[in-house]
T-cell receptor, first 111, second 112 residues
Framework: GENVEQHPSTLSVQEGDSAVIKCTYSDSASNYFPWYKQELGKGPQLIIDIRSNVGEKKDQRIAVTLNKTAKHFSLHITETQPEDSAVYFCAASNGNNRLAFGKGNQVVVIP | DSGVTQTPKHLITATGQRVTLRCSPRSGDLSVYWYQQSLDQGLQFLIQYYNGEERAKGNILERFSAQQFPDLHSELNLSSLELGDSALYFC???????????FGPGTRLLVL
């Protein structure tokens, strides 16, 4: 089955700086890649997703890039704010609606 | 708020017991998914139901079962509970033919 890996496991950034989280996947048939943000005591919240026919997608301060050849995709958060502190999960699906998740990245924004 | 609701929020029980977790999907969503989140395994897909029928199975134990009712709410039944079943259990839903899944707030299960 699909194997998704995330790096780094923990990321600390100064408020206002950018944060980048990278994920790799193993199944070349995967074609859907969502990112979720999970705050303490809450469920994962979808923040952005990308499909394999697109190389990049942006939504305000958040962007996702996809490199199908290298089988990796990245989450970019610009102008980080304290409320961006959370655990971020990447996931991949090959169209069967089963999401395979990475282990998550703890992002800490230092005021 | 994703629109997916789950009850109860917290559940404490003993080994060997049986519990039922409940999920109501977003209005109009036909698919329901169950995930288990633990510290060592991360988020693991358990099972999917679509309009009342089982659609896909993941790493779900035989002691666990689920169903989706005509009103589209779903229940996850966990029996013969073990200490290792302590985890967060999330339900997610998606619209017909849609990949985007929206998660509920989860049920935290503690088995003592």
């Amino acid at each position: 089955g699909e194997n998704v890996e995330q790096h780094p496991s923990t990321l600390s950034v100064q408020e206002g700086d950018s944060a980048v989280i990278k994920c790799t996947y193993s199944d070349s048939a995967s074609n859907y890649f969502p990112w979720y943000k999970q705050e303490l005591g809450k469920g994962p919240q979808l923040i952005i997703d990308i499909r394999s026919n697109v190389g990049e997608k942006k939504d305000q301060r958040i962007a996702v890039t996809l490199n199908k050849t290298a089988k990796h995709f990245s989450l970019h958060i610009t102008e980080t704010q304290p409320e961006d502190s959370a655990v971020y999960f990447c996931a991949a699906s090959n169209g069967n609606n089963r999401l395979a998740f990475g282990k998550g990245n703890q992002v800490v924004v230092i005021p | 708020d994703s629109g997916v609701t789950q009850t109860p929020k917290h559940l404490i029980t003993a080994t060997g017991q049986r519990v039922t977790l409940r999920c109501s999907p977003r209005s109009g969503d036909l698919s329901v998914y169950w995930y288990q989140q633990s510290l060592d395994q991360g988020l693991q897909f358990l099972i999917q139901y679509y309009n009342g029928e089982e659609r896909a199975k993941g790493n779900i134990l035989e002691r666990f079962s689920a169903q989706q009712f005509p009103d589209l709410h779903s229940e996850l039944n966990l029996s013969s509970l073990e200490l290792g079943d302590s985890a967060l259990y999330f339900c997610a839903s998606s619209a017909h033919r849609a990949e985007t899944q929206y998660f509920g707030p989860g049920t935290r299960l503690l088995v003592l």
